[in-house]
């Protein structure tokens, strides 16, 4: 067996890109809708996304600097996280433009805002499946030497579910019709869902 291709990321990768985001690949895309103190509509995707408890639910992003998610977030306790679809990435892809803080990019992006049910902050209407989330704490993350990263990352919990009844299939959710999009490596590299398969964990 030959010997891996090793480096310390302290001093290098020595590629032609750092490859870290295309080995942690693929990872859903945390598209976040939250509201500003002002009342101004912000949806933003995040690389950096996922699930962390079941019971009860509670999910995060990570924002590589302090973003207007961040301090929306902060400043009123809700988000909702968005299911970033196929048919939508076009949108979500509008949705990531560095825009000021008084852009609504649900109009940006050509999306309607649906009403929360337990937040005051919107969904994107036309995705299969949305979380409402109140919100649990924000990190701003530290590394080794204790020095802080800009770094913030934001945990929530489940307060409310929005699914579209077209992709609950004798009342299971389907992923693959729902044609989730991912991150998937380097700057414009994106996956979905292909074959799925099945694998039962063994009880001893």
């Known amino acids: 067996m030959s010997d891996t291709y090793f480096y310390d ?14 080995i942690v690949a693929p990872r ?14 912000n949806l933003a995707p995040y690389s950096f996304f996922g699930a962390f408890a079941t019971s009860p639910a509670v999910i995060g992003f990570c924002s590589e600097g302090r973003k207007d998610s961040i301090v929306n977030i902060e400043a009123t306790g809700e988000f909702v996280w968005n299911l970033a679809s196929r048919p939508l990435a076009e949108q979500m892809n509008r949705s990531s433009a560095p825009v000021a803080a008084d852009v609504d990019e649900f109009a940006l992006a050509g999306l309607t805002p649906a009403p929360g049910r337990n937040v005051a902050v919107p969904h994107v209407a036309e995705a299969p499946a949305a979380l409402e989330c109140k919100l649990l704490q924000i990190v701003r993350l530290n590394g080794l030497d204790g020095a802080p990263m ?3 990352l934001a945990l929530g919990q489940v307060v409310g579910v929005h699914i579209q009844p077209q992709y609950l299939k004798d009342g299971l959710f389907d992923t693959h019709a729902a044609q989730p999009i ?10 979905q869902i292909g074959e799925m398969f099945q694998m039962v964990r ?3």
């Open 9 to 22: 990321p302290a001093t290098g990768h020595g590629l032609p890109h750092d490859p870290f985001k295309a």
């Open 150 to 152: 800009n770094n913030w």
């Open 202 to 204: 063994p009880t001893a």
């Open 182 to 191: 991912m991150r998937a490596g380097y700057r414009a590299d994106y996956a």
């Open 28 to 41: 859903l895309i945390g598209w976040i809708s939250s509201r500003s103190a002002q009342g101004v509509l």
